[in-house]
Structure formats: C-alpha cells, structure tokens
Nanobody
Framework: QVQLVESGGGLVQAGGSLRLSCAAS????????MGWYRRAPGKQRELVAA???????SYADSVKGRFTISRDNIARTVYLQMSSLKPEDTAVYYC???????????????WGQGTQVTVSS
C-alpha cells in the first residue's frame, strides 16, 4: 500500500503565499510522477502542476509564474509553493502520485486526502 499525507493548507489573504507538502510512504518501489490537482466549489477537478522524475514541471496556465512545484526524491515528498494567491485559487488541493508498489509491480495512481486552501479578497 502507498499512503500520501498532505499538509500546509489554510486561509490566506489575496496576494499572500502558502506552501503545500505531500509525503508518500509505504511499499513504494518507484515514484514516477508527483503532482497537485484542485477542485473548486462547483467545478471539476483540474491539474495544477506535475513533475515527473528527472523531468521538467508542467503547470496549468492559470498558475504559471505564481506557483512552483518541487520534489525531494529521497524523502518522497512533493511541494507546491503558491505565491500571489488569488480568490479564484480557493479550492481543495489534492496530492497525486503515480508510483509502483512493490507488491503490485505496475504504476498506479494514488491520491491524498485533500487540503483546503481559501484565499480571501
């Protein structure tokens, strides 16, 4: 089993910053992709940022230049540094990891429990 534990959400004023963290643990053979999605009220879940092992990050157009994704491969942790936050960034943010479990042997999608980010105007 692979577990993801998120932290770092909260309430911030527009223009402020927050940093999200997500640590993966369990019977992990290899972590391929680590990323963040979000779901705003009344909207579908959308990709915010993703980072493949050894690759370049990809970002949603709405967050380019404001958000930065990074990962610590040894700690199996992914971070999302969010700056210049806007009210429209308000959403539940979910960590997503594509990893190979020792027991399963094939890549699977794993999701964190979600953390609320609220940006007040």
């Amino acid at each position: 089993q692979v577990q993801l534990v998120e932290s770092g959400g909260g309430l911030v004023q527009a223009g402020g910053s927050l940093r999200l963290s997500c640590a993966a643990s369990g019977s992990i053979f290899r972590v391929n992709v680590m990323g963040w999605y979000r779901r705003a009220p009344g909207k579908q879940r959308e990709l915010v940022a993703a980072l493949q092992s050894g690759g370049s990050p990809s970002y949603a157009d709405s967050v380019k230049g404001r958000f930065t994704i990074s990962r610590d491969n040894i700690a199996r942790t992914v971070y999302l540094q969010m700056s210049s936050l806007k009210p429209e960034d308000t959403a539940v943010y979910y960590c997503n990891v594509v990893a190979v479990d020792y027991n399963l042997g094939v890549p699977r999608n794993y999701w964190g429990q979600g953390t609320q980010v609220t940006v007040s105007s």
